[in-house]
């Protein structure tokens, strides 16, 4: 059976083909996400108190580095097989390079349930993915555009989107954080969080559910191609993600962590970042992909076939 926090989504998305009238207040999301990202930052800086190296390094680097590789990869497949123009291949590159802290969210659930074990700075995968993608795909963009005067402010606008969004912010300072009290001297609040996760994830996770039925009507049928990509793509970018994991000496559970976030597409931080640098991309189709596709195909399917796959190559 799938983690339970999964069956809080189904019950979401079946509740949201139904019409039924359940919803989740706005300000009440908004607390989830703010937790919840809060949450996985703290438990990563606790998780490396007192083990910091130096080694570090050049495995964020590295890690960092897939963020980068993988718009060259999905680019032109979106070109010349899904038939995309350039605003909507460079967006979708951005959010399939970028990653879901959703979906890392119940990844890191899975592996706490099953009892696999895990690096503690496998938050600090999550925050160096975010933004790679983001620029290469704009970069791309820009290659093929012309732009206005306007170009540089929009520049700006965009760094400034992605530095100081609430994701980055929340994930960066929940590390520093755990990382300055570790578990015990910062227990008082952090217990608060911790202790709350999968409370706090299952009723995310309902309102994914809700929001992913509510991308999914009507399913634009005509974009088959597209649709395709967003619910094949997540296994093949998984490998991704599972060598590199292997590669570099990994746990299992890390492994499967990282083969996760390079199969999960961003909905978070990418749609902010693309809606002002690329205004002629359709973020709804974007969406209606990374949300409405694949982020329930990596919760409900993806993560336990990414343990198989861990198991088997390590």
């Known amino acids: 059976m799938p983690d339970i926090v999964v069956m809080f989504f189904?019950?979401?998305?079946?509740a949201g083909i139904l019409k039924s009238d359940l919803e989740i207040p706005k300000a009440a999301y908004e607390t989830l996400s703010l937790l919840l990202m809060l949450t996985i930052g703290l438990k990563g800086g606790m998780a490396l108190y007192g083990s910091l190296e130096w080694s570090l390094v050049f495995e964020l680097l590295a890690i960092a580095s897939l963020g980068a590789f993988i718009p060259l990869i999905v680019i032109p497949v979106l070109l010349k097989v899904a038939k995309a123009d350039h605003a909507n291949a460079a967006s979708l590159a951005a959010h399939y390079g970028s990653v879901s802290a959703g979906t890392f969210a119940v990844a890191l659930a899975y592996v706490e349930t099953v009892g696999l074990p895990i690096e503690p700075q496998v938050?600090?995968?999550?925050?160096?993915?975010?933004l790679p993608a983001i620029l290469?795909?704009?970069?791309?963009?820009?290659?093929?555009?012309?732009?206005?005067g306007s170009a540089s402010s929009k520049q700006s606008e965009l760094w400034h989107e992605t530095f100081t969004n609430r994701g980055v912010v929340l994930l960066a300072g929940g590390v520093i954080i755990g990382f300055m009290y570790g578990p015990s001297e910062g227990a008082a609040v952090t217990e608060l969080f911790t202790n709350a996760f999968k409370a706090v994830l299952a009723l995310f996770l309902l309102e994914m559910g809700l929001t992913a039925a509510e991308t999914l009507s009507p399913i634009p049928w005509k974009k088959w191609r597209l649709?395709?990509?967003a619910l094949i793509t997540p296994f093949f970018l998984s490998f991704i993600g599972l060598s590199a994991?292997?590669?570099?000496?990994?746990?299992t559970g890390s492994v499967v962590i990282l083969a996760t976030l390079t199969a999960s597409a961003s909905y978070i931080a990418a749609p902010a970042a693309i809606k002002t640098a690329i205004p002629k991309a359709d973020i709804g189709l974007a969406m209606l992909m990374s949300l409405g596709i694949t982020f329930p195909f990596n919760a409900i399917v993806g993560i336990p076939l990414y343990h198989q796959m861990a198991s088997?190559?390590?």
């Not at 938050?123 to 975010?130: A, G, K, P, S």
């Not at 970069?139 to 206005?148: E, L, M, W």
């Not at 994991?245 to 746990?251: F, P, Q, T, V, Y």
């Open 10 to 14: 189904l019950l979401g998305l079946i």
């Open 227 to 229: 649709l395709t990509f």
């Open 312 to 314: 088997y190559f390590s």
């Open 123 to 130: 938050t600090l995968y999550l925050v160096m993915l975010e």
């Open 136 to 148: 290469v795909a704009l970069a791309f963009y820009r290659r093929h555009t012309k732009h206005d």
């Open 245 to 251: 994991g292997i590669a570099l000496g990994l746990s």
